[in-house]
């Protein structure tokens, strides 16, 4: 999705295009429909939120808000911590310590 956001565009509408090609090839709405069949409660609502937070920044790009940007910073640090919240309570949901590394 970067580096799609990188790239040269003839029109707002092909990068809008590109840019939701990218996000839809990568498979995420199938694993987000898995975790909402067999993920706890807070499990799926934290990935939600994590979805929603890279959907974010998939509209940003494709409003071409540059890599890098003043106005992309915020948006990548809620998604930052959107996963680390997810990751945090799958690990523990399945019984497994903290990273540590984050």
């Excluded at 709405?29 to 937070?53: I, K, S």
Aim: proline letters at 4%; one cysteine or more.
């Amino acid at each position: 999705m970067r580096a799609v956001a990188l790239g040269d565009h003839r029109s707002e509408s092909a990068r809008d295009a590109a840019v939701r090609e990218a996000v839809r090839g990568t498979g995420m709405c199938t694993a987000g429909e898995r975790l909402w069949l067999v993920g706890p409660p807070q499990v799926v609502e934290a990935g939600n939120e994590a979805f929603h937070r890279l959907r974010a920044i998939r509209d940003a790009y494709a409003r071409a808000v540059a890599v890098g940007s003043a106005d992309e910073a915020p948006l990548m640090e809620r998604r930052r911590k959107a996963m680390a919240q997810t990751r945090r309570l799958v690990r523990e949901d399945l019984g497994i310590g903290p990273l540590r590394v984050e």
